[in-house]
């Protein structure tokens, strides 16, 4: 997007064209505001000292100003002209957005496409055992918003993941990972699983933005005049990016092993609509390998199987495990846990809703039953809004 503002002259150029439009929705003291491709900056009427800016959103009043005044210049805007304006505005500010720092673990991180890359570098440095779980989130990050997996990655039923075993377990190699967080003048120790979740946080973030986007693109595209364009507000309906935790309660020492894929429908269903960014387990067992997944409470005998994620946990508490995964819009959903390998810590008095098979794959109506008062494994979810 490319666009000056002149504010004490009155005019707005987009890219060589001038028109003259009301300034009046710009800051006060502002002399220019240049923006060019994905920056930005602003100048003060005093010493001329410029601001960098990312977000072009502020000036949207300016850019319909522009829109009326080209559409009745001679020759005239024509429609096609005003959706592609609108919707590369749409698109700059989606980039900064993305761009835009993210909190996790009480600490601000970079996620420019730099720190990204630099993110996803050192993934792939930190040994075999950290292959497992940086392959897991690539499966994850394949999964579209709508939970569905796309064409060439991982199946939803785990098929082509690497075997579960002690030997792919991250933290047999990895100990911990030093990453510098915004703010700090030295590093936090991250543990492989928290650097990955950090990863899928801004993987899940960016899948709302893109919601939005995509439905802003749209009515764009669909808009039949430029005066529908002009109306179209494209600040509204971009996610604030914050973290959200819905967990069962944490439980005591006391283990056992659970072969039949369950979940706690004591505490309360997911939300519906959100789009989950990691989901948790509780153990302190020592190393297990587990199967998490999503799954519907159909009835009270049966359940759908949306998505499995194999994995191994490390012990030593919660650890989370990326996933992009938005929950759909109507139904209750849970996060289901089954410990094919080894015990698991449990909370008890729960109720219990498990699968009748000890086959876990994903599909509609599959048999399960229900048990009150008895001991369930604690999952936990974590989603961007």
């Not at 991250?170 to 030295?186: E, H």
């Not at 505490?267 to 587990?290: D, E, F, K, R």
């Not at 994995?311 to 759909?328: E, M, T």
Request: proline content about 5%; hydrophobic content about 45%; aromatic content about 8%.
């Amino acid at each position: 997007m490319n666009f000056v503002i002149f504010c004490a002259q009155g005019q707005m150029s987009i890219d060589s064209a001038v028109m003259p439009i009301d300034t009046s929705s710009v800051a006060s003291g502002t002399a220019y505001v240049v923006f060019l491709g994905d920056n930005g900056q602003t100048e003060p009427t005093g010493l001329p000292i410029r601001t960098s800016i990312t977000d072009p959103s502020p000036y949207q009043t300016c850019v319909n100003n522009w829109l009326t005044a080209a559409a009745a210049a001679s020759p005239a805007l024509t429609l096609a002209q005003a959706q592609t304006i609108k919707s590369n505005l749409v698109n700059t500010i989606f980039k900064s957005y993305e761009r835009a720092s993210i909190s996790y673990l009480s600490y601000n991180w970079d996620c420019s496409p730099d720190a990204i890359a630099a993110m996803t570098a050192m993934a792939a440095t930190l040994g075999n055992g950290a292959i497992a779980l940086a392959m897991q989130a690539v499966y994850n990050v394949g999964k579209s918003v709508d939970g569905s997996v796309s064409a060439g990655l991982f199946n939803a039923s785990g098929a082509g993941w690497p075997a579960n075993s002690s030997s792919n377990t991250y933290v047999a190699n990895v100990s911990g990972v030093q990453w510098t967080p915004l703010g700090q003048s030295t590093p936090v120790s991250l543990t492989m699983a928290q650097f990955m979740g950090l990863l899928g946080a801004i993987v899940a973030r960016r899948a709302l933005l893109a919601v939005n986007q995509q439905a802003l693109l749209a009515s764009i595209a669909a808009a039949a005049t430029i005066a529908a364009v002009i109306a179209i507000d494209i600040t509204s309906g971009w996610p604030a990016g914050t973290s959200t935790v819905v967990a069962n309660p944490t439980p005591g020492g006391s283990t056992t092993g659970f072969g039949n894929l369950c979940c706690d429908i004591t505490a309360s269903a997911l939300p519906n609509g959100v789009q989950l960014s990691s989901i948790g387990l509780y153990n302190t067992a020592g190393i297990v390998n587990v199967q998490l997944a999503i799954v519907q409470l159909v009835s009270s005998t049966s359940m759908n199987i949306l998505a499995v994620m194999p994995v191994q946990h490390p012990s030593g508490g919660w650890v989370d495990f990326p996933i992009n995964y938005q929950v759909p819009g109507s139904g209750s959903f849970y996060v289901a846990v089954m410990s094919f390998v080894g015990n698991i810590n449990y909370n008890s008095s729960r109720t219990l809703f498990k699968l009748t098979s000890t086959t876990v794959a994903v599909g509609n109506s599959q048999a399960a039953t229900e048990s009150t008062n008895t001991n369930v494994p604690a999952t936990r979810a974590t989603y961007m809004s």
